[in-house]
């Protein structure tokens, strides 16, 4: 029996299973031309993991007879749990129809004919989405207004220290925009 997870040529099968082209992809569906990185996916784990006790002291309180505390503390274990799913949705989404920004609170979507180009630059970025900035790099989208968009950056919670990473998510994301542009 083959165990294609343990064996050494697992990064190159990753890769090419990224590679795909453009063409071959389901281009009419939204997806996130990246994996989420340990950051992310460890906040959204240790939320989960919060609301698991939350959840499991609303049933002790309403076990011992607080039914109107153990709804509000089920209340905030659900409020945690959408929390945390929410957060690892958040990112950079990509389809034929445009280009979308999924943020905690919001979501932003903009289409590809909208979309002025989309290039990497050097400037200072926010480190994990706090108030302190770093040099770094960010993939901006600039809209015909002149505005531009920071949509991804070296440093945040998908791409801290994991430069390859970014360089890889931010060329396919371009590749995206050039070919939507073109009508590709």
């Given amino acids: 029996m083959p165990l294609p997870f343990l064996?050494?040529?697992?990064e190159d099968r990753v890769l090419a299973a990224q590679s795909v082209t453009l063409a071959e992809a389901d281009r009419d569906?939204?997806?996130r031309p990246y994996r989420p990185g340990p950051w992310r996916v460890g906040s959204g784990a240790l939320l989960l993991l919060l609301s698991s006790y939350v959840l499991f002291s609303a049933l002790i309180i309403t076990l011992a007879g607080g039914l109107p505390s153990g709804a509000i503390c089920a209340?905030?274990?659900v409020l945690l749990v959408v929390l945390?799913?929410?957060l690892l949705r958040c990112g950079v989404w990509v389809s034929s129809h445009g280009l979308r920004q999924v943020g905690l609170l919001r979501t932003a979507t903009v289409r590809w004919s909208e979309v002025a180009a989309v290039r990497t630059v050097q400037r200072p970025v926010r480190w994990l989405g706090l108030p302190r900035?770093?040099?770094g790099q960010a993939l901006?989208?600039?809209v015909p207004g002149g505005s531009e968009r920071a949509l991804l950056t070296?440093?945040?919670?998908?791409f801290l220290s994991r430069q390859r990473a970014f360089d890889r998510a931010a060329d396919v994301i371009e590749?995206?925009?050039a070919e939507s542009r073109t009508g590709g």
């Fill in 154 to 158: 070296s440093h945040n919670a998908d």
């Fill in 7 to 10: 064996t050494a040529d697992r």
């Fill in 140 to 142: 901006v989208a600039t």
């Fill in 29 to 31: 569906l939204w997806r």
């Fill in 175 to 177: 590749a995206w925009a």
């Fill in 75 to 77: 209340g905030c274990g």
């Fill in 133 to 135: 900035t770093v040099q």
């Fill in 84 to 86: 945390a799913v929410r």
